[in-house]
């Protein structure tokens, strides 16, 4: 699920900027983390706007939400997370 990748792409981006201090290694770490998104969304045959469109809806509708963390929640069990 495209979600999924991206919360890890960005866990990672996370992670890189702890350890960066520089303003230049910042930014190379978000341009990474930009590059994995895109790439995730268009393995998934969908652009950046369609995935924020999503983002949005299920932010905004209480019910949407509650079955989106409900599949989330199946998906962890099944990868043991």
């Not at 350890?19 to 290694?25: L, N, S, T, Y």
């Not at 998104?37 to 469109?53: F, V």
Request: glycine share 8%; net charge negative; hydrophobic share 40%.
């Amino acid at each position: 699920m495209a979600h999924v990748a991206v919360n890890d792409a960005r866990d990672e981006f996370h992670g890189a900027v702890a350890r960066v201090h520089d303003p230049e290694g910042r930014l190379r770490a978000r341009e990474e983390v930009e590059e994995a998104i895109t790439t995730i969304l268009e393995e998934a045959g969908m652009t950046r706007e369609e995935y924020d469109q999503i983002t949005l809806l299920i932010s905004l509708d209480g019910e949407l939400r509650t079955m989106f963390e409900e599949v989330m929640a199946e998906l962890e069990e099944g990868t043991g997370g």
